[in-house]
Nanobody
Framework: QVQLVESGGGLVQPGESLKLSCVAS????????IGWFRQAPGKEREGISCITTTDSTYYADSVKGRFTISKNNAKNTVYLQMYSLEPEDTAVYYCATDRGDGATCQPGRLDHDYWGQGTQVTVSS
């Protein structure tokens, strides 16, 4: 059973940075591409970034240039480094396993099989 646990969320002021972590069980990162998603109240879930088993990375336009995804297989952890945060970034952030072969991913795809419980990011002055 794949398990994912997000952490690192919190309250920050506009312009500040935050780094999220997604810890995956077992050998998950050897077989699955991992996506980061976010969902604000009243809005649809949005795919924002993903990373493949070979460390290829992709970003949605809304976060490109501000967010960086990376992973450390030895620690079974995927990271999302977020810079220049703004109030519109406020949401619950989730990580999830991509349904594909692991070698490719697209941040807009929502067909993911396993999801974490999410971590809250709030950007406010």
């Amino acid at each position: 059973q794949v398990q994912l646990v997000e952490s690192g969320g919190g309250l920050v002021q506009p312009g500040e940075s935050l780094k999220l972590s997604c810890v995956a069980s077992g050998s998950t990162l050897d077989y699955y591409a991992i996506g980061w998603f976010r969902q604000a109240p009243g809005k649809e879930r949005e795919g924002i970034s993903c990373i493949t088993t070979t460390d290829s990375t992709y970003y949605a336009d809304s976060v490109k240039g501000r967010f960086t995804i990376s992973k450390n297989n030895a620690k079974n952890t995927v990271y999302l480094q977020m810079y220049s945060l703004e109030p519109e970034d406020t949401a619950v952030y989730y990580c999830a396993t991509d349904r594909g072969d692991g070698a490719t991913c697209q941040p807009g795809r929502l067909d993911h099989d396993y999801w974490g419980q999410g971590t809250q990011v709030t950007v406010s002055s």
